[in-house]
């Protein structure tokens, strides 16, 4: 059977590029905070067709190629399913979607455990920065069913938000030893995630620290957690920025979508914690870094689609030569 190039490009999607999903829609979530609904709305847009993709790739490889399904389910990427899928629901439900979000909960709970003992059972040291998936599918439970609680007034999701953020504590921090770090200088784009699970650890504990739940020493605990675990996350940003300008790697690579997710969250954590805090500047400073993500994801796109354009070209061009020698 002749398979077409398109069908050929979908088959060939790692797990990977789930962060393409994670990325447009914490860049959503952002310019929903500061107003620019129409650019939010488009990126929504695209994170939910990508989120449709992804998920028709997923079934049809969990039914149709288990073999494959079984091998991509022990590395850590195979969770952007999880957390494409949470951030995606916690978008909807400021949209206003709490129905759909709760579906998209449902879902990601149920495919959290089974690939998160998956990847646990394969973790080995020195790994890439995709073993923090581990910490972020958790806190994208713990920032969803948050978002959920406050949206709808079920105290028993915001509880369930809190034992979620615990959890993804304690994985960062298993993560973080096993953590090459020399992937810092020469990682291909997911080294950025180190950062970024620390950007939705703070904006998971922001959640609580802004519920009616949690009052006195917790809510001091709580707002304490947030502002330092976005104090090393900024951190992060900072000394992985600095790495791509000593090591530039502008090579297009799907595990760039990693690093623009990371880049949106934590301007979307600062935006989302200046509230609950009240450190005010954490606002305008989320504003800045939130334009930065955007270039980013711009950027990203562009690569991607002049390094597609360029393949095709050579394979036509490879196409054309083939043909000329067998003619002779």
Do not use: K
């Not at 950027?299 to 354009?309: E, H, I, K, Y």
């Amino acid at each position: 059977m002749r398979i077409s190039g398109r069908a050929r490009w979908w088959a060939e999607l790692p797990p990977a590029a789930g962060a393409a999903v994670m990325a447009a829609g914490i860049i959503s979530t952002g310019l929903h905070l500061i107003a620019r609904e129409v650019p939010s709305l488009v990126a929504l847009a695209v994170a939910v067709a990508l989120w449709l993709v992804l998920a028709a790739d997923f079934t049809a490889r969990l039914l149709g190629d288990r073999r494959r399904f079984r091998a991509e389910a022990d590395t850590p990427a195979a969770l952007t399913a999880v957390a494409a899928t949470t951030v995606l629901g916690a978008r909807l439900c400021l949209l206003g979607w709490q129905s759909v979000a709760l579906a998209l909960l449902a879902l990601a709970a149920a495919l959290w455990p089974g690939l998160l003992i998956t990847v646990l059972r394969h973790w080995g040291h020195r790994m890439p920065g995709a073993a923090f998936l581990v910490c972020v599918a958790t806190q994208g439970l713990a920032v969803l069913a948050g978002t959920l609680s406050s949206a709808t007034g079920r105290d028993w999701l915001g509880r369930a938000s809190l034992a979620a953020f615990c959890l993804g504590l304690l994985l960062y921090v298993e993560a973080l030893v096993r953590f090459d770090f020399r992937e810092v200088v020469s990682g291909a784009g997911d080294h950025w995630v180190a950062g970024g699970a620390l950007s939705i650890t703070a904006l998971a504990a922001a959640g609580p620290t802004a519920s009616h739940l949690w009052t006195g020493w917790a809510h001091t605990a709580l707002r304490t957690v947030t502002l330092v675990t976005l104090a090393l996350s900024l951190t992060w940003y900072v000394v992985l920025l600095a790495a791509e300008a000593l090591r530039p790697r502008p090579r297009y690579d799907v595990r760039r979508w990693a690093s623009v997710f990371p880049l949106g969250m934590t301007a979307t954590a600062c935006l989302s914690a200046a509230g609950p805090t009240g450190v005010e500047w954490l606002r305008p400073l989320g504003t800045v870094l939130l334009w930065i993500a955007v270039g980013a994801w711009l950027l990203t796109f562009t690569t991607l689609v002049a390094t597609r354009v360029g393949n095709r070209g050579d394979r036509e061009d490879r196409g054309d030569r083939e043909r000329r020698r067998s003619q002779r």
